[in-house]
């Protein structure tokens, strides 16, 4: 696999680690509203950048640029 290609998988894997440990820290951050929205937010932010990776994998996978 050329190395852009593992770049956007690893990237990918991170953030949807990232996304994961997000509900976990929602959870424990229950009765602080500006935790909540802080871990809220960064989800969020992260659910658009999984999107962006995603949508750059499919691009690569379309124009048989992913090996």
Same mark, same amino acid.
């Given at each position: 696999?050329?190395?852009?290609n593992?770049?956007?998988?690893? #990237? ?10 997000? *509900?976990?820290?929602?959870?424990? @951050?229950? &009765?602080?509203?500006?935790?909540? @929205? ?6 969020? *932010?992260?659910? #658009? ?14 124009e &048989?640029?992913?090996?």
């Amino acid at each position: 696999m050329k190395n852009h290609n593992h770049d956007l998988v690893h #990237q990918l894997s991170e953030t949807l680690d990232s996304i994961w440990r997000f *509900d976990s820290y929602l959870k424990t @951050a229950e &009765g602080c509203e500006s935790c909540t @929205a802080l871990w809220q937010k960064l989800k969020n *932010d992260y659910q #658009q950048l999984e999107r962006l990776l995603v949508a750059e994998i499919k691009k690569h996978i379309d124009e &048989g640029r992913f090996d």
